[in-house]
C-alpha cells in the first residue's frame, strides 16, 4: 500500500520564466498547492517542497530549482532523503508523479501515463538518467498552439510566455489537473487513467 505519494513539477526557477510554457510543471504544482491548502514551501538546496495528508497518505509536493535539463538531479536527492532507492515497475503502486509541458499536445490538453520514453523533453530524459527507471506516473501537459510558427524553435517557443488567451484559460484547465491529481492520490492510476484520459 502505498503511504507516501511525490509529486514533482517541473520547471526553471527564476521571475523570468515564471508564465513561461516550459514552466507548467510548477503552474500546476502552485495550483494544486493552493486548491488542497498545502503550507508554504520549504527551501532546500536543490528544491522546493511542501508535505500535507491527504486520504491517509503524506503528499510531497516539490519544484526542482536546478533548471529544467538537470530536473533528475533533484527528483533523485528528494527519493534517496526519503529512503526510495529503487522505484517500483508496478503502475498501481506508483508513487511518484511528474507533471510537466508536452509539445506535441495542443494547449488545453493533457495526458496521464505510467512509463515510456523521454521523447525530446530534456528534463524528463534527466529525471530518466537520474532514476534509471521509466517506472513513474507522467502527467502531460499541452503546450502547442498555433503561435508556435512565430518562432524559430521549439526551445525558443517553450521559453516564451503564455498568451493572454491561454491565461484566461488556465484556471479551468488546472481546476481538471487538480481533479485528477486528487483522484490518483486517492483512488490509484488506474481509475483516474479511465476517468480523465477519455475526456
Known amino acids: 500500500m502505498v503511504s507516501d505519494i511525490f509529486i514533482f513539477g517541473l ?8 508564465f513561461s510554457r516550459h514552466n507548467f510543471g510548477f503552474i ?6 493552493q486548491e488542497c491548502d498545502f503550507p508554504a514551501f520549504s527551501r532546500k538546496k536543490n528544491y522546493l517542497i511542501s508535505k500535507k495528508d ?8 516539490i519544484k526542482p530549482l536546478t533548471y529544467m535539463n538537470l530536473s533528475g538531479k533533484a ?15 508496478n503502475d498501481n503502486t506508483s508513487n511518484i508523479i511528474l507533471i ?20 525530446s523533453h530534456n528534463g524528463v530524459i534527466s529525471v530518466i538518467n537520474s532514476l534509471q527507471s521509466k517506472n513513474f506516473i507522467r502527467i502531460k501537459l499541452g503546450t502547442n498552439s498555433p503561435v508556435r510558427v512565430k518562432f524559430n524553435t521549439g526551445a525558443d517557443y517553450v521559453l516564451s510566455n503564455f498568451s493572454k488567451d491561454e491565461i484566461k484559460r488556465l484556471p479551468d484547465f488546472l481546476k481538471t489537473i487538480n481533479e485528477l491529481l486528487l483522484i490518483i492520490i486517492t483512488d490509484g ?4 487513467m479511465n476517468t480523465f484520459n477519455r475526456k
Do not use: C, M, R, W
Open 11 to 18: 520547471g526553471n526557477p527564476g521571475q523570468e520564466y515564471l
Open 28 to 33: 500546476a504544482i502552485d495550483s494544486f498547492s
Open 54 to 61: 491527504i486520504s491517509d497518505k503524506d503528499v510531497y509536493l
Open 75 to 89: 527528483v533523485k536527492e528528494v527519493l534517496n532523503k526519503h529512503g526510495i532507492f529503487k522505484i517500483s515497475d
Open 100 to 119: 510537466h509541458d508536452d509539445l506535441d499536445l495542443s494547449f488545453g490538453s493533457y495526458k496521464i501515463k505510467f512509463g515510456g520514453s523521454g521523447g
Open 189 to 192: 492510476l488506474t481509475k483516474a
